[in-house]
């Protein structure tokens, strides 16, 4: 066991201490965090206002098109040959055409531009057009719009979970996403990490620096203290991204909410009041149609305790599993070009996972889903995916334990081919090969 300590302690320091691992640390949260802040500062303060001018021949659309920050519309009152030829120096962006027969042919508008006009000037000047061409046609045959806009019903149903405990408020959506993001890391963290140990030992075993190593130290155990050091750099590395990255957006949301009151105070308020869950704003009854409250309440619907700690058992879980082959590989192996061959079995069942994970998001209590989160080598990607639905806890146990033994299983597959590959140079492995070691003696 002391043995396995040191080789831990190595591998951990070793690693953590690398300039590499700094730089991705620290940067990786300042990318998400800039990312995000830039996308929302050019959202609120990139708009270039556009002019639109429009000449209406039929008269149904005077004073139809509502200015907005993004855009400015103007009447004109001319022909449209005057129009054309006044627009190249009036300096508007666009010039709006609506002919007077424009009931009976609607696809008779033109928009005319000095360049091509954007998607949503388009899609906004139709809008228009089309309402009041639909309000115009309902008239006609008797429908008042108010009769209309009564007759449309939006649908807005809550799930409820029906428990030993009573029932409970559930989110679909928020289990949806948060069992997403913890199928996604627990796939990057399998290859990323596993493959840091199948390299480092191969590097080890080409400069020889190996052969002094097992001089003091069994193949098991420096296998073992490979996986776990590196295992615990991948926590290290995770804690610090969640850290740093809750604490950079706290702080850009701050500045975010500054910048937004002074360049759009009418807009900061309206967050203010979403924020608050003011009374009366936007529903009868004094119910507020608030999204940010029914985030927060989404997430609140979840178990977030048995996530993240099923989270932390399926992340080492699968990590352990799979880093273990490919330990074994790095040890079978005299170079990086060698392991290809040997890639495909052991990541077949990770991607096979990722796929089946988007079924599972449809079906989390299906068949599919049921074996899936059983089975050891797609457990740990599928069981997250599910757990936010709601799982029974037989069926938890079930895959846990299963996964545990998975581990120990490959474990020792692992060390039977560590033992012999770790000394093994100059000679070009087959599937064959590697089977006969796992059972020399």
């Known amino acids: 066991m002391r043995n396995i300590l040191l080789v831990i302690r190595r591998e951990y320091l070793v690693r953590v201490k690398k300039r590499s691992f700094l730089i991705m640390t620290l940067l990786a949260p300042l990318l998400f965090v800039g990312f995000y802040a830039s996308v929302i500062w050019v959202a609120i303060g990139s708009v270039d206002t556009k002019t639109v001018q429009v000449l209406d021949e039929s008269g149904l659309f005077n004073q139809k098109f509502r200015d907005t920050e993004a855009m400015r519309f103007t009447y004109l009152h001319s022909s449209i040959d005057s129009a054309k030829s006044d627009f190249k120096s009036g300096g508007a962006n666009a010039l709006v055409y609506i002919p007077k027969n424009i009931i009976d042919s609607p696809k008779s508008v ?17 809008k ?57 890391l627990i796939y990057m963290s399998v290859f990323i990490y596993g493959t840091q140990v199948m390299r480092g030992i191969t590097e080890e075993k080409t400069s020889r620096v190996v052969e002094v190593i097992i001089s003091s130290v069994k193949p098991f155990q420096l296998m073992m203290g490979k996986i776990i050091g590196v295992a615990l750099v991948g926590l290290t590395q995770f804690l610090l991204w969640i850290t740093l990255t809750t604490a950079l957006s706290s702080a850009t949301s701050a500045i975010v909410s500054q910048q937004m009151a002074k360049e759009s105070p009418e807009l900061a308020q309206e967050m203010k009041k979403m924020q608050k869950g003011m009374p009366g704003q936007g529903m009868p009854g004094g119910e507020v149609d608030n999204p940010i409250g029914e985030v927060m309440g989404a997430i609140e619907s979840l178990n977030i305790p048995l996530i993240l700690g099923c989270f932390l058992f399926y992340y080492l879980g699968g990590y352990l599993l799979y880093s273990a082959l490919f330990g074994a590989i790095g040890a079978a192996v005299d170079s990086d070009s060698d392991t290809q061959q040997f890639m495909l079995p052991i990541t077949l069942p990770i991607i096979f996972s990722f796929v089946f994970a988007q079924f599972v998001l449809r079906d989390p209590d299906g068949t599919l889903a049921f074996w899936t989160s059983i089975i050891p080598f797609t457990s740990p990607i599928i069981m997250m995916v599910r757990i936010p639905f709601g799982v029974p806890a037989w069926e938890i146990v079930l895959s846990m334990t299963l996964l545990i033994l998975g581990f120990m299983g490959t474990t020792w597959l692992a060390a039977r081919i560590y033992r012999v590959g770790i000394l093994m140079y100059g000679k070009k492995v087959t599937y064959r090969e590697l089977i006969k070691w796992v059972f020399y003696k």
Do not use: H, P
């Open 110 to 126: 033109r928009i005319y531009a000095a360049k091509n006009v954007s998607m949503d000037l388009k899609s906004e000047i139709e």
């Open 128 to 184: 228009v057009i089309e309402k009041q061409i639909e309000d115009v046609k309902l008239r006609e045959a008797g429908i008042t719009v108010k009769v209309l806009e009564d007759a449309r019903v939006n649908v807005d149903s809550s799930t409820i979970s029906l428990s030993d405990e009573g029932e409970k408020t559930s989110s679909s959506g928020a289990a949806t996403v948060i069992g997403g993001i913890c199928a996604f």
